[in-house]
């Protein structure tokens, strides 16, 4: 994959928040001291009088950003994963989402692949806190070209959501014309043997992960869910019925997030064995983020390995 | 303030205090004592000061009221009630199943509230972001907010009081409804919030100090919060919690205790002849 585009999916965010402000004078922008860090600094740069500041107070960004929206505007609110979903977990459920009022969460510098900063900000948990709260919306794009897709999208839904977004630059997977729709699964390859069902940055380990298995004679299927709430239960209900096993992959605790997901799906709908690639509920530690990402099993030779164990489970 | 004006306002407080207690009985459960420590200043803010319409509860010109204290619910529920955002026959359904009255104010049922609230210390923040959005649109409407002296021990308080002051917001006006008393005792005891308006006047606000239960001090306050330009205005209130009802004034236990049949009747009772003292 030498000549593959990769880009970081926080870039895309950055960039597509500054096509947003252009076409939409009533969208705003708040971070909590992390601009440069989130790329929202792009849009302070484009629109310095629709973008403000709360400084080191994560708790009050979320309600001010709860604010603002009842006064008609589309607001972004943005920080580190863990500072967003994690220290105001609680301002997002109840003055976000219990009003469901429309305010996006820009996350970034979600999972593993923070790298050197370590454990304290490699948040592994978002998923499971923002799953649980009702009308919730969770995107976790894959790649820059969704990322923008997805945040342009979700600037005309009115309601609160949660965009997940990684710091590492990671393989560009989609086509630049593509298409997002939300709540929607993509099949990325047709497959009977078993189906890979990976998220965000996983997606790349499990396109590579296919090939790996097509070398032993494995024909496996690729499914991309960036929209992990609402989750699209006929596509791996359908993946459930016509391969027979599957194995989810993700850049967060294998407690909570899409694997979780995927076998409350299943397990109600077509139960099959269900293997989970993911953070297995550790805490992270410094090294380059490639590097970390190995250490903690988010590659695709992990992925064949859980795949072959699914397909022995049947 | 026109004493005709002061004794309408002090009559309507009157019957927002029964229908304090008219909620809280029948829910057999809710907040009575600080409902009836701001139960002055929210009569005064809906049938006085605020640019409202209980026929359109959702004009975007209006001022907007967010009651971070959301336990006191009651007494917001009874003043809108009043108002005419809803039958005042509601108060009945207090915290019941299906009852647009939730126990905590919830801005998707209730017409007339603007937030949802009810953890502490978050109602503030969105009064600032209301009060940030008036700015950015241009708009005049005014922002104010109700917060209990327990409550400002939460730290986002402070993230609030910072940046409000930071982007000059003086549309907004925040009330501290200082009866001195939380669940676990006196404020003081608890953990000392005070001195309260050195703290506000620190944070770079405009710090006003009143008697909450005095009409006259309640509209001058508010008034020069109006002409005060380039600060926000947070209005120290020193109230009584529990005020009307003599057994449970100054009671920490009344905090969020419903009355039983005696205790309601007694305090029907005091209500009633305080109106009929107002009506005379």
């Known amino acids: 994959m030498a000549d593959v585009i990769k880009v970081a999916t926080r870039e895309a965010y950055g960039k597509a928040l500054v096509e947003l402000g252009e076409k939409n004078d009533k969208v705003i922008v708040l971070d909590a001291d992390l601009a440069a860090a989130t790329k929202t600094g792009m849009f302070k740069k484009a629109f310095p009088e629709r973008f403000f500041d709360a400084g080191i107070a994560e708790s009050n960004m979320m309600g001010v950003a709860a604010g ?78 969704e990322a923008r897709a997805a945040v342009l999208a979700m600037a005309d839904y009115e309601g609160p959501a949660y965009l997940r977004f990684g710091r590492l630059a990671v393989p560009r997977v989609n086509a630049p014309d593509y298409k997002f729709e939300l709540g929607k699964g993509v099949q990325l ?60 992959a993700e850049e967060h605790n294998i407690i909570g997030g899409l694997g979780s997901a995927v076998a409350e799906v299943v397990c109600e709908s077509c139960p099959v064995p269900v293997m989970r690639v993911g953070v297995e509920d550790t805490f992270g530690g410094s090294g380059p983020a490639v590097e970390m990402l190995k250490i903690y099993g988010l590659t695709a030779e992990k992925i064949v390995a859980k795949a072959k164990a699914a397909i022995a489970a049947k | ?62 001022d907007r009221f967010v009651l971070s204290k959301g336990h006191t619910a009651p007494a917001l529920y009874a003043v809108l009630a009043h108002k005419g955002f809803f039958s005042v026959d509601e108060i009945k359904t207090l915290r019941k199943p299906g009852s647009m009255l939730q126990g905590h104010p919830s801005m998707k049922l209730t017409p007339g509230v603007d937030m949802s609230t009810g953890s502490l210390g978050q109602g503030i923040s969105t009064a600032v972001g209301m009060a940030l959005g008036a700015k950015l649109a241009g708009k005049s409407y005014r922002v104010f907010t109700a917060l209990g002296d327990g409550e400002i021990q939460e730290g986002q308080v402070w993230e609030a009081a910072m940046f409000a002051a ?23 005891e608890v953990n000392s919030p005070y001195p309260i308006a050195e703290k506000f006047s ?79």
């Open chain 1, 68 to 145: 603002l929206a009842t006064t008609g505007y589309t607001v972004f609110a943005s920080s580190f994963a863990m500072f967003a979903a994690g220290r105001a977990f609680e301002q997002i459920r109840n003055t976000i989402g219990y009003p469901h009022l429309n305010v996006k969460i820009g996350a970034t510098h979600a999972g593993i692949s923070v790298g050197e900063d370590g454990a304290s900000h490699q948040c592994c948990e978002d998923i499971a806190l923002m799953r649980t709260i009702p009308g919730m919306v969770i995107i976790n794009p894959a790649d820059d070209v």
């Open chain 2, 166 to 188: 930071a982007k000059g917001l003086d549309n907004l006006v925040a009330v501290i409804d200082n009866n001195n008393l939380q669940i676990d005792g006196s404020v003081a």
């Open chain 2, 202 to 280: 620190a944070f770079g606000w405009n710090v006003i100090e009143i008697c909450a239960h005095s009409f006259d001090e309640i509209d001058a306050a508010f008034n020069a919060a109006a002409e005060f330009k380039g600060k926000p205005t947070a209005i120290i209130a020193k109230s009584v919690k529990g005020k009307g009802v003599s057994f449970m004034e100054n009671q920490c236990s009344w905090h969020g205790t419903a009355p039983n049949e005696e205790q309601y009747n007694q305090a029907m009772a005091e209500l009633q002849a305080a109106l009929a003292e107002l009506e005379a």
């Open chain 2, 1 to 62: 303030m026109d004493a005709s004006v002061k004794k309408q306002l002090q009559i309507k407080a009157c019957k927002v205090r029964m229908g304090v207690i008219e909620g809280v009985f029948n829910a057999k459960s809710g907040h009575p004592g600080g409902s009836l420590s701001i139960a002055d200043i929210l009569t005064y803010l809906y049938f006085n000061h605020m640019n409202v319409d209980p026929k359109n509860p959702k004009w975007e010109d209006r």
């Open chain 1, 189 to 248: 390859c047709e497959g009977k043997d078993v189906t890979i069902v990976a998220t965000g940055l996983m997606v790349g380990e499990a396109l590579t992960a296919k090939e790996l298995l097509k070398n032993e004679g494995i024909d496996a299927r690729v499914i991309n869910i960036h929209t992990i709430k609402p989750i699209d239960k006929e596509i791996i209900t359908a993946a459930a019925k016509e391969t027979g096993a599957i194995v989810t």
